[in-house]
């Protein structure tokens, strides 16, 4: 057994108890020697849970100090409330300077400075606003937070305000597009400054939860901020949503080596394919798009551009991926497009494909899950087969007696298959 083999199944023997934690470390340090040692899974774990307490502490202790200055506000003059409002921040500046300075690389210094300054920003902003009497909207005060708190995103380079900086623009593209009728511009400037900080993120192979998060809130607010750009509603933008979807779905095989926050994209892309065609489905929606005549105008273009984005995506994934490579997903934008175009003539024929394909992807899930002893993928083909199921049972004027027969059924088939893939999986 080679030296690479061996160290793989140094976890497997600790959990099945042939040696112990401390030999399989021993072990790691012969083989791996201690420049190149990874650190074990129970250190990844301490690690992680250190991280998140430090944020978790670093987010009460700005809290109580809210509290306490609160308590005595109304009594203290407003040169000291200005500097009280201040001071949280050059607190959380000290603390995000101590450790780069003497805490380099330590998380729970790095995330937990980080969102007390973050947070600190936030509130100083909205106190020096209320005393001053300085107008604005909510809006106003979600790009003033975000464009100071950007920083925090590359230095000391913290996933948790990053993920705090995309819901902020994001909120605030919202309230722009929603209260005052404009595009949200700032928000695709903003966006493509914080792309490289994700990107480093995003490819962190030491932090794959924060790479996974971070990958899940960059393609969300991607997705509602493309949506954001059109003009009115038109049942071609669905054509879009899944050209942007399927785009997502490609992100793990635009590098050689996939990058943990890609896979989290993916998934991403892949709900909102199968939220895409769950709706084609539906003799209602297929109704409407017939019903419409208007013509989409600008929508148009938006949906031109995300097409063209997803042809770029498949193209630069073409060297490393081909069609129907670990699934149909990434080719759901042609499916989606094509369903479209069937149900201006014929919306019950799109009905029709749209369950059948739901029914067949649900069913290879199923099969493919089953035979790797996957819970998650089998659950995934189980979710395929019944939502349709029980949607359409919705949607039709059947009593109660066949839709509670339906339930019974499908919540026997997910206990069974179940069941036995956790058979399956305990070792003889």
């Not at 809210?66 to 040169?79: E, I, Q, T």
């Not at 604005?136 to 005060?141: A, E, R, S, W, Y």
């Not at 899950?369 to 995934?380: F, Q």
Request: glycine fraction near 8%; aromatic fraction near 10%.
């Amino acid at each position: 057994m080679s030296h690479d083999a061996l160290l793989a199944t140094l976890p497997d023997l600790v959990a099945q108890g042939l040696i112990t934690a401390e030999q399989a470390q021993r072990i790691r340090t012969h083989y791996s020697g201690p420049g190149t040692l990874e650190p074990a899974p129970d250190d990844r774990r301490s690690q992680r849970l250190t991280a998140v307490l430090g944020t978790i502490g670093a987010g009460l202790i700005g809290l109580g100090l809210v509290l306490l200055v609160a308590h005595n506000w109304d009594g203290l003059p407003r040169s000291a409330r200005t500097l009280l409002a201040f001071v949280p921040v050059l607190a959380g500046q000290a603390v995000v300077a101590f450790g780069l300075w003497r805490r380099p690389g330590r998380t729970a210094w790095t995330e937990g400075g980080s969102v007390f300054l973050a947070a600190a920003v936030g509130a100083c902003l909205a106190l020096i606003a209320q005393l001053y009497h300085l107008g604005g909207d909510l809006g106003d005060l979600l790009l003033a937070w975000a464009v100071l708190i950007l920083g925090l995103c590359y230095v000391p380079g913290s996933a948790v305000v990053g993920l705090a900086f995309l819901g902020l623009i994001t909120w605030q593209a919202v309230l722009v597009r929603m209260e005052q009728d404009t595009l949200p511009w700032l928000w695709l400037l903003l966006l493509a400054a914080f792309v490289p900080a994700a990107l480093q993120r995003i490819r962190d192979t030491d932090r794959r939860v924060a790479a996974a998060w971070t990958g899940s809130f960059l393609a969300l607010s991607i997705a509602v901020g493309a949506h954001l750009f059109l003009s009115d509603w038109h049942p071609v933008v669905v054509v879009g949503t899944a050209a942007l979807a399927s785009a997502f779905t490609l992100t793990p095989w635009w590098t050689s080596a996939p990058a943990p926050g890609t896979r989290a994209m993916r998934r991403v892309g892949e709900v909102m394919l199968l939220w895409l065609l769950l709706l084609m489905g539906s003799f209602t929606v297929v109704d409407a798009v017939q019903d419409t005549d208007d013509r989409p105008g600008a929508d148009a273009f938006v949906v031109a551009v995300l097409v063209l984005l997803a042809l770029g995506a498949y193209a630069l994934a073409w060297k490393r991926r081909r069609p129907f490579t670990e699934g149909p997903m990434p080719e759901g934008f042609v499916v989606i497009a094509a369903l479209y175009a069937i149900s201006l003539a014929a919306p019950w024929i799109t009905a029709l494909l749209a369950n059948g394909l739901t029914l067949a992807l649900g069913v290879w899930h199923v099969r493919e899950g089953t035979h790797a002893t996957s819970l998650r993928r089998t659950n995934l083909g189980l979710l395929l087969i019944a939502v349709p199921v029980l949607w359409r049972f919705f949607e039709v004027d059947l009593s109660f007696v066949w839709r509670g027969l339906a339930f019974i059924a499908i919540g026997i088939a997910f206990l069974l298959l179940n069941l036995r893939l956790l058979r399956a999986r305990k070792p003889h």
